[in-house]
């Protein structure tokens, strides 16, 4: 599968707004990739990011770096003694002292300077390279569903590292090279200030390595899982009706069947978490039947998988009182 191809199904799937990113940091005399171009200016690598996720192709040496801290921690250029002492993150009041920046800083994922000669950022699609990494641009419903995807493939719980400090840099670039995992960051003062970044948006970075099993795990919860969330399956027609108003009531439910619409599948059956819903099958014609209906909890599961919205459940407030005139 080539690059075009894999951004293809993620923008797809994921319904991207925004192009994934192909970014590559460059060992020193290696050769510049075809298809990218050197600004005029200089720009950030947060900018470079939002740029690329723009439709933008950039080749960055350090000379178009703006900013000497992401391209310290990129290792492009040596650390300026100034940003090394933490004091800066005091004039900015965005740590309150000297032990605290320090001690950020030193945890901080960082490649020695003089390790790369430039970054190389372009649309997933278009990049003639191989990334490193690749960066997304997301609202929360898509980065869980990367997140799921990774778990899907490995089995695996997905640990993430950030600090709310240098974002594209040391959480989606450092971070994710050295580790090969999955990394979200929520952005930075510097990332959120220079780029267009929405305050509604995250982002995500994949190790280059991952994303072709990442993309096969999407397809796989593209077939029920994603258009199920998305279409809201399971939510209550009437949300607000289902609260208690009161410390004396408990709700009644009564789960009604529609017989001329149920097919008799037993697909509600099988997806029922309490396993109060059974097939009955009277000469060849098939229905279905509730047991213990007061032992349902109301996930909605049945009515959200049933085929042919057969199902529907009706949630009572039911006062004790009642109940023992029932009875
Ligand atoms: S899922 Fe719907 S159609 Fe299938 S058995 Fe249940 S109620 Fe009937
Ligand atoms: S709402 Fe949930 S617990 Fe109740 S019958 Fe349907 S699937 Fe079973």
Not at 42 to 50: F, G, K, L
Not at 222 to 249: H, N
Not at 311 to 325: A, F, G, H, T, Y
Request: net charge positive; proline share 7%; aromatic share 8%.
């Amino acid at each position: 599968m080539n690059n075009r191809q894999l951004a293809d199904g993620l923008k797809r799937i994921l319904n991207l707004r925004w192009l994934p990113v192909a970014m590559r940091l460059m060992r020193p005399g290696e050769e510049v990739p075809r298809g990218v171009y050197e600004p005029e200016g200089r720009i950030r690598h947060c900018q470079s990011i939002a740029l690329a996720r723009r439709g933008n192709s950039m080749y960055l040496p350090p000379r178009r770096h703006a900013c000497p801290d992401g391209a310290a921690i990129l290792g492009l250029v040596p650390m300026s003694p100034k940003l090394r002492s933490g004091e800066l993150y005091l004039l900015f009041k965005k740590l309150p002292n000297l032990e605290c920046a320090q001690k950020m800083i030193a945890s901080r994922p960082e490649f020695p300077a003089g390790s790369y000669a430039a970054s190389v950022v372009a649309p997933l699609e278009e990049a003639e390279y191989q990334p490193d990494v690749v960066i997304f641009t997301l609202w929360p419903e898509q980065a869980m569903w990367l997140c799921a995807a990774s778990t899907y493939a490995t089995g695996e719980r997905q640990e993430f590292q950030t600090s709310g400090y240098n974002s594209t840099c040391a959480d989606l670039t450092v971070k994710v090279m050295t580790s090969q995992k999955m990394n979200i960051s929520f952005g930075c003062y510097g990332a959120r200030a220079s780029s267009d970044v929405e305050d509604f948006e995250v982002y995500v970075s994949v190790p280059y390595g991952n994303l072709i099993s990442l993309a096969g795990a999407l397809e796989k919860l593209a077939v029920k899982s994603i258009p199920e969330a998305r279409r809201r399956i399971y939510m209550p027609p009437v949300l607000d009706k289902v609260a208690i108003s009161g410390e004396k009531e408990a709700l009644a439910v009564d789960i009604v069947i529609d017989a001329e619409r149920c097919s008799g599948c037993g697909l509600c059956a099988a997806f029922c978490p309490e396993a109060l819903l059974y097939v009955r099958d009277d000469k060849g014609k098939k229905t279905v039947e509730v047991k213990n209906a007061s032992d349902c909890c109301v996930c909605y599961t049945c009515a959200g998988q049933c085929p042919n919205k057969a199902i529907q459940l009706r949630v009572l407030s039911k006062r004790p009182r009642e109940e023992s005139r029932d009875e």
